[in-house]
């Protein structure tokens, strides 16, 4: 076919013309696709397996979604975490994810990315309702429902284990006083508990309970809490331990004061070896696990700030699923290559 000059002038001055459309649209679709760079702002890692299991679950989904994720320890010093936040405001990441380590002492760093435009995640430990409004969302498990469910699972036990007393003393300890997390997980406990006994009148045993008590997460700080409440109350009959990371330091303390086989317990947290110790010792104290799954949060963490890097809308509380479960059925979550309990899938 021939071709006109006119033609052949007017292709090329449409090419000529397509160029700085095709080039800005090339540059469109590369900034739509920059790699995503996230930062995660710990509270602390060392000491707790559970920390280490979220930061694991929140490294996995990361690598598998192909974002950059940047991990900082605050070792439990809110300062610290302060400055770690505003480290990865001056990184310019796309959002943060932190585990708070005060529920008010992030007010700072918050306004800061704020301020920058980048948005924040909190994951497991919550921010006061104050600053809960200033976030993109909170990844956790519903802890006041986890922890009915164990404090329902118990009645049974302490029903057929003190049959007929009026009540039964009983504590509960918490990680820090003031912290969200203690409040929610006690309060569940007593709301489930209750709800056994009311539901089962002239069976269920109530349970009049001492002063919550704190062992800041871990056994060291644990067994002396629970050394001196079990020596001033050897009657103590039940015990709910709302992180089972503390379990070491809780056995060595009611050991000590001669009551650890008048004790009946629920955990809380999920540590294969506490469901161990359920499958090989089903008469024993502890006899009801809930899990918190630090894994499946850690990946919902990091999902959440995708999305919150990419544009979409607030998203507020999302409840991960948790289990709860006694020694009648503790073998269908007991697998000795893990840490914690971990039912995603």
């Given amino acids: 076919m021939k071709m006109t000059w006119v033609g052949v002038m007017a292709i090329g001055l449409a090419a000529m013309l397509a160029t700085p459309l095709i080039a800005e649209a090339t540059a469109a679709e590369n900034s739509t696709n920059k790699e995503v760079v996230l930062g995660f702002s710990q ?3 060392a000491g707790s397996d559970w920390w280490k299991t979220l930061i694991q679950g929140a490294k996995d989904e990361a690598a598998k979604k192909n974002v950059k994720l940047e991990v900082l320890d ?8 302060n400055g770690d936040v505003n480290t990865l405001i001056l990184k310019k990441v796309d959002a ?28 497991n430990c ?3 309702d104050s600053l809960l409004k200033s976030i993109y969302g909170y990844v956790v498990e519903d802890q006041i429902a986890t922890g009915a469910r164990g404090g329902y699972l118990l009645g049974p036990a302490v029903a057929a284990k003190y049959a007929g007393e009026k009540n039964a ?20 406990f007593m709301q489930g508990y209750q709800k056994f006994v009311d539901e089962n009148p002239g069976k269920g045993v109530p349970l009049t309970y001492l002063p919550m008590r704190y062992g800041h997460w871990i056994p060291n700080d644990a067994m002396p809490v629970m050394r001196d409440i079990a020596t001033a109350n050897p009657d103590l009959k039940v015990v709910f331990s709302e992180s089972d990371v ?15 086989d008048n004790i009946l317990m629920a955990e809380y947290d999920g540590y294969e070896t506490t469901v161990k110790e359920m499958i090989d010792n089903p008469k024993g104290p502890v006899q ?3 899990t918190n799954e630090p894994y499946r949060q ?3 963490a990091v999902d959440m700030a995708i999305r919150a890097a990419t544009g979409h809308a607030a998203e507020g509380t999302v409840f991960v699923d948790t289990v709860a479960f006694d020694v009648s059925n503790a073998q269908k979550y007991y697998d000795p290559s893990k840490v914690l309990v971990d039912t995603v899938q």
Avoid: F
Avoid at 74 to 81: K, L, P, Y
Avoid at 246 to 252: D, K, P, R, S, T
């Fill in 43 to 45: 509270r602390r890692i």
């Fill in 74 to 81: 605050a070792n439990g010093d809110t300062v610290r975490q």
């Fill in 96 to 123: 943060i994810v932190i585990n708070p380590n005060d529920p008010l002492g992030l007010a700072q760093a918050i306004k800061a990315a704020n301020e920058a435009k980048i948005p924040v995640v909190a994951v």
């Fill in 126 to 128: 919550a921010l006061d």
């Fill in 169 to 188: 003393k009983a504590v509960v300890i918490g990680g820090y006083p003031g912290d969200v997390l203690s409040d929610l997980r006690a309060k569940g």
């Fill in 246 to 260: 503390m379990h070491a330091g809780l056995v060595q303390a009611l050991k000590a004061a001669g009551i650890w």
């Fill in 288 to 290: 009801v696990l809930t």
């Fill in 298 to 300: 850690g990946v919902a």
